[in-house]
Protein backbone atom coordinates (compact mmCIF):
# COMPACT_ATOMS: atom_id res chain seq x y z
CA UNK A 1 0.00 0.00 0.00
CA UNK A 2 3.02 2.47 0.13
CA UNK A 3 2.31 3.16 -4.18
CA UNK A 4 5.43 0.94 -5.72
CA UNK A 5 2.76 0.25 -8.24
CA UNK A 6 1.46 3.15 -8.43
CA UNK A 7 5.31 4.61 -9.13
CA UNK A 8 6.10 1.89 -11.41
CA UNK A 9 3.23 2.73 -13.93
CA UNK A 10 4.10 6.27 -13.71
CA UNK A 11 7.91 5.58 -14.89
CA UNK A 12 5.99 3.04 -17.71
CA UNK A 13 3.85 5.90 -18.85
CA UNK A 14 7.31 8.41 -18.56
CA UNK A 15 9.26 5.81 -20.72
CA UNK A 16 6.43 4.97 -23.08
CA UNK A 17 6.57 8.80 -24.50
CA UNK A 18 9.75 8.50 -25.11
CA UNK A 19 8.84 5.81 -27.71
CA UNK A 20 10.23 2.64 -25.25
CA UNK A 21 8.21 -0.20 -25.53
CA UNK A 22 7.20 -1.68 -22.22
CA UNK A 23 5.66 -4.58 -21.07
CA UNK A 24 3.94 -4.51 -17.39
CA UNK A 25 3.17 -7.17 -16.06
CA UNK A 26 1.07 -7.91 -13.21
CA UNK A 27 -0.07 -11.09 -10.60
CA UNK A 28 -1.68 -9.17 -8.10
CA UNK A 29 -4.30 -6.95 -10.18
CA UNK A 30 -6.68 -7.52 -13.10
CA UNK A 31 -6.28 -5.35 -16.07
CA UNK A 32 -9.55 -3.40 -14.93
CA UNK A 33 -7.77 -2.66 -11.70
CA UNK A 34 -4.76 -1.75 -13.63
CA UNK A 35 -6.67 0.55 -16.06
CA UNK A 36 -8.48 2.31 -13.53
CA UNK A 37 -5.61 3.04 -12.02
CA UNK A 38 -4.04 4.68 -15.25
CA UNK A 39 -7.04 6.49 -15.75
CA UNK A 40 -6.50 8.98 -12.60
CA UNK A 41 -2.33 9.22 -13.34
CA UNK A 42 -2.97 10.40 -17.09
CA UNK A 43 -2.56 9.31 -20.64
CA UNK A 44 -0.56 6.39 -21.90
CA UNK A 45 0.25 5.26 -25.59
CA UNK A 46 0.22 2.25 -27.65
CA UNK A 47 3.97 1.24 -26.44
CA UNK A 48 2.93 0.01 -23.20
CA UNK A 49 1.33 -3.36 -23.05
CA UNK A 50 -0.24 -4.83 -20.23
CA UNK A 51 -0.17 -8.63 -19.30
CA UNK A 52 -1.56 -10.52 -16.23
CA UNK A 53 -0.18 -13.49 -15.64
CA UNK A 54 1.63 -15.50 -13.06
CA UNK A 55 3.30 -18.78 -15.18
CA UNK A 56 6.74 -17.62 -15.71
CA UNK A 57 7.09 -20.14 -18.65
CA UNK A 58 4.15 -18.13 -20.38
CA UNK A 59 5.86 -14.68 -19.47
CA UNK A 60 9.43 -15.99 -20.98
CA UNK A 61 7.18 -16.95 -24.67
CA UNK A 62 5.82 -13.61 -24.35
CA UNK A 63 8.83 -11.73 -23.82
CA UNK A 64 10.60 -13.25 -26.37
CA UNK A 65 8.13 -12.88 -28.79
CA UNK A 66 6.89 -8.99 -28.48
CA UNK A 67 10.81 -7.87 -27.43
CA UNK A 68 9.75 -5.17 -25.01
CA UNK A 69 12.74 -2.56 -24.42
CA UNK A 70 11.57 -2.65 -20.72
CA UNK A 71 9.77 -5.43 -18.52
CA UNK A 72 7.85 -4.68 -14.79
CA UNK A 73 7.04 -7.44 -12.83
CA UNK A 74 4.51 -6.89 -10.19
CA UNK A 75 4.96 -8.99 -7.76
CA UNK A 76 7.83 -11.97 -7.91
CA UNK A 77 6.12 -13.28 -4.90
CA UNK A 78 2.80 -13.83 -7.22
CA UNK A 79 5.01 -15.96 -9.74
CA UNK A 80 5.64 -19.41 -9.92
CA UNK A 81 8.27 -21.82 -12.28
CA UNK A 82 6.58 -25.14 -12.90
CA UNK A 83 9.37 -27.21 -12.26
CA UNK A 84 9.16 -25.96 -8.70
CA UNK A 85 6.50 -28.24 -6.39
CA UNK A 86 6.70 -25.13 -3.61
CA UNK A 87 3.87 -22.38 -3.40
CA UNK A 88 4.30 -18.79 -5.29
CA UNK A 89 5.91 -16.92 -2.53
CA UNK A 90 7.99 -19.58 -1.23
CA UNK A 91 11.70 -19.26 -0.45
CA UNK A 92 12.60 -21.82 -3.58
CA UNK A 93 9.99 -19.91 -5.72
CA UNK A 94 11.00 -16.67 -5.51
CA UNK A 95 14.78 -17.43 -5.87
CA UNK A 96 14.09 -19.20 -8.83
CA UNK A 97 11.83 -17.12 -10.38
CA UNK A 98 14.12 -14.38 -10.21
CA UNK A 99 16.84 -16.16 -11.77
CA UNK A 100 14.46 -16.95 -15.10
CA UNK A 101 13.79 -13.28 -15.25
CA UNK A 102 17.36 -12.58 -14.41
CA UNK A 103 18.39 -15.19 -17.48
CA UNK A 104 15.63 -12.59 -19.90
CA UNK A 105 17.36 -9.79 -18.77
CA UNK A 106 20.99 -10.67 -19.51
CA UNK A 107 20.75 -12.90 -22.76
CA UNK A 108 17.56 -10.44 -24.46
CA UNK A 109 19.16 -7.42 -23.01
CA UNK A 110 15.50 -6.21 -21.62
CA UNK A 111 15.61 -4.04 -18.57
CA UNK A 112 13.59 -5.59 -16.16
CA UNK A 113 11.90 -4.22 -12.87
CA UNK A 114 10.98 -6.22 -9.96
CA UNK A 115 8.44 -5.63 -7.78
CA UNK A 116 9.06 -7.90 -3.87
CA UNK A 117 7.50 -7.46 -0.79
CA UNK A 118 9.08 -6.74 2.30
CA UNK A 119 8.45 -8.82 6.11
CA UNK A 120 7.88 -6.85 9.46
CA UNK A 121 11.39 -6.76 10.06
CA UNK A 122 11.85 -4.53 6.82
CA UNK A 123 13.95 -7.19 4.57
CA UNK A 124 13.01 -8.14 1.47
CA UNK A 125 10.29 -11.25 1.71
CA UNK A 126 12.41 -14.37 0.54
CA UNK A 127 16.03 -15.36 0.69
CA UNK A 128 18.66 -12.53 0.94
CA UNK A 129 20.40 -14.40 -1.91
CA UNK A 130 17.58 -12.28 -4.18
CA UNK A 131 19.27 -9.37 -3.54
CA UNK A 132 23.01 -10.62 -4.79
CA UNK A 133 21.26 -11.52 -8.07
CA UNK A 134 20.08 -8.12 -8.92
CA UNK A 135 21.94 -5.34 -9.95
CA UNK A 136 20.18 -2.42 -7.96
CA UNK A 137 18.07 -2.63 -4.85
CA UNK A 138 16.00 0.03 -4.04
CA UNK A 139 13.46 0.25 -0.82
CA UNK A 140 10.50 2.17 -1.07
CA UNK A 141 9.16 3.18 2.40
CA UNK A 142 7.67 5.62 4.67
CA UNK A 143 3.73 6.47 5.91
CA UNK A 144 0.75 7.70 4.76
CA UNK A 145 1.94 11.55 4.20
CA UNK A 146 5.40 10.58 2.51
CA UNK A 147 6.99 8.09 0.62
CA UNK A 148 10.78 7.74 0.49
CA UNK A 149 12.62 6.22 -2.47
CA UNK A 150 16.27 4.72 -1.29
CA UNK A 151 18.93 2.71 -2.85
CA UNK A 152 20.16 0.49 -1.09
CA UNK A 153 22.69 -1.64 -3.80
CA UNK A 154 23.67 -0.23 -7.08
CA UNK A 155 25.93 -1.30 -9.26
CA UNK A 156 25.67 1.24 -11.75
CA UNK A 157 25.28 4.65 -9.69
CA UNK A 158 25.21 6.07 -5.94
CA UNK A 159 23.75 4.15 -2.78
CA UNK A 160 23.57 7.47 -0.77
CA UNK A 161 20.80 9.36 -2.55
CA UNK A 162 17.06 9.58 -1.52
CA UNK A 163 14.07 10.73 -3.10
CA UNK A 164 11.20 12.03 -0.93
CA UNK A 165 7.23 11.58 -2.95
CA UNK A 166 3.92 12.69 -1.45
CA UNK A 167 0.91 10.98 -2.81
CA UNK A 168 -1.99 13.17 -4.98
CA UNK A 169 -4.79 12.30 -6.80
CA UNK A 170 -2.53 12.17 -9.78
CA UNK A 171 -0.20 9.83 -8.72
CA UNK A 172 3.32 10.14 -6.64
CA UNK A 173 4.79 13.68 -7.24
CA UNK A 174 8.01 14.95 -5.71
CA UNK A 175 8.60 17.13 -2.59
CA UNK A 176 11.05 19.44 -4.04
CA UNK A 177 11.83 20.64 -0.59
CA UNK A 178 11.76 17.85 1.57
CA UNK A 179 12.80 20.07 4.67
CA UNK A 180 9.97 22.09 4.52
CA UNK A 181 7.34 19.55 3.99
CA UNK A 182 9.18 17.32 7.42
CA UNK A 183 9.03 20.45 9.37
CA UNK A 184 5.35 21.57 8.30
CA UNK A 185 3.26 22.22 11.28
CA UNK A 186 6.25 21.74 14.03
CA UNK A 187 5.36 23.46 17.46
CA UNK A 188 7.69 26.28 18.86
CA UNK A 189 9.87 25.67 21.65
CA UNK A 190 8.79 22.18 22.25
CA UNK A 191 10.91 20.72 25.12
CA UNK A 192 11.96 17.04 23.80
CA UNK A 193 11.82 18.19 19.65
CA UNK A 194 15.41 18.99 17.90
CA UNK A 195 15.59 19.96 14.40
CA UNK A 196 19.32 17.98 13.25
CA UNK A 197 20.75 18.45 9.93
CA UNK A 198 21.25 14.81 7.78
CA UNK A 199 22.93 14.44 4.86
CA UNK A 200 21.36 11.71 2.13
CA UNK A 201 23.69 11.35 -0.64
CA UNK A 202 24.50 14.82 -1.74
CA UNK A 203 21.60 16.21 -0.49
CA UNK A 204 20.72 18.01 3.24
CA UNK A 205 17.70 17.39 4.82
CA UNK A 206 16.21 18.89 7.78
CA UNK A 207 14.86 16.56 10.15
CA UNK A 208 13.15 16.96 13.78
CA UNK A 209 13.64 14.68 16.23
CA UNK A 210 11.54 14.14 18.68
CA UNK A 211 12.31 12.61 22.44
CA UNK A 212 10.41 11.64 25.56
CA UNK A 213 12.07 11.21 29.07
CA UNK A 214 9.99 10.26 31.57
CA UNK A 215 10.01 8.11 35.17
CA UNK A 216 9.49 4.48 34.93
CA UNK A 217 6.90 2.93 37.11
CA UNK A 218 8.86 -0.49 36.40
CA UNK A 219 12.49 -2.42 37.37
CA UNK A 220 13.36 -2.24 33.79
CA UNK A 221 13.14 0.83 32.07
CA UNK A 222 11.34 1.07 28.47
CA UNK A 223 13.41 2.09 25.46
CA UNK A 224 12.21 2.46 21.60
CA UNK A 225 13.34 4.37 18.52
CA UNK A 226 11.57 4.64 15.76
CA UNK A 227 13.25 5.84 12.24
CA UNK A 228 16.84 5.46 13.87
CA UNK A 229 18.95 2.10 14.98
CA UNK A 230 17.74 0.79 18.86
CA UNK A 231 21.25 -0.08 19.82
CA UNK A 232 22.43 3.72 19.07
CA UNK A 233 20.48 5.15 21.08
CA UNK A 234 20.77 3.43 23.88
CA UNK A 235 24.63 3.85 23.38
CA UNK A 236 24.01 7.54 23.01
CA UNK A 237 22.09 7.74 26.63
CA UNK A 238 25.15 5.43 28.65
CA UNK A 239 27.31 7.88 26.82
CA UNK A 240 24.90 11.08 28.77
CA UNK A 241 24.77 9.19 32.03
CA UNK A 242 28.62 8.42 32.17
CA UNK A 243 30.14 11.56 30.55
CA UNK A 244 27.34 14.17 31.31
CA UNK A 245 25.79 12.99 34.26
CA UNK A 246 22.51 12.96 33.24
CA UNK A 247 21.12 10.24 35.10
CA UNK A 248 18.91 7.98 32.65
CA UNK A 249 19.09 4.83 34.32
CA UNK A 250 15.63 4.46 35.70
CA UNK A 251 13.84 6.72 33.23
CA UNK A 252 11.65 5.74 30.19
CA UNK A 253 12.85 6.95 26.79
CA UNK A 254 10.98 6.88 23.47
CA UNK A 255 13.01 8.70 20.60
CA UNK A 256 11.32 9.45 17.04
CA UNK A 257 12.46 10.85 13.69
CA UNK A 258 8.96 12.59 12.21
CA UNK A 259 7.90 11.86 8.85
CA UNK A 260 8.40 8.33 9.16
CA UNK A 261 12.02 8.72 7.46
CA UNK A 262 14.64 6.33 8.66
CA UNK A 263 18.38 7.82 9.41
CA UNK A 264 21.54 6.19 9.64
CA UNK A 265 23.56 9.49 9.70
CA UNK A 266 25.95 9.50 12.40
CA UNK A 267 25.44 13.46 12.04
CA UNK A 268 22.21 13.39 14.36
CA UNK A 269 23.72 11.78 17.30
CA UNK A 270 24.46 15.27 18.97
CA UNK A 271 20.34 16.18 18.04
CA UNK A 272 19.47 13.02 19.56
CA UNK A 273 20.75 13.31 22.57
CA UNK A 274 19.81 17.26 22.60
CA UNK A 275 16.21 15.82 22.43
CA UNK A 276 16.58 13.09 25.42
CA UNK A 277 18.24 16.23 27.72
CA UNK A 278 15.65 18.76 26.41
CA UNK A 279 13.33 16.30 27.38
CA UNK A 280 14.81 15.07 30.68
CA UNK A 281 15.43 18.56 31.90
Known sequence: GIGKSTLLLQVCRNLSSQGISVLYISGEESLRQIKLRADRLGTFNDKLKLLCETNLENIREIIERTKPDVAVVDSIQTMFHEDISSAPGSVSQVRES?????????????????????????NVAGPRVLEHMVDTVLYFEGDRHASYLRAVKNRFGSTNEIGVFEMQSSGLEEVKNPSEFLLNGRPENASGSVVACSMEGTRPILVEIQALVCQSNFGIPRRTAVGTDFNRVNLLMAVLEKKAGIHLAASDAYVNIAGGMKMTEPAIDLGICLAIISSAK
Open 98 to 122: TNVLMQIAKGMGVSIFIVGHVTKEG
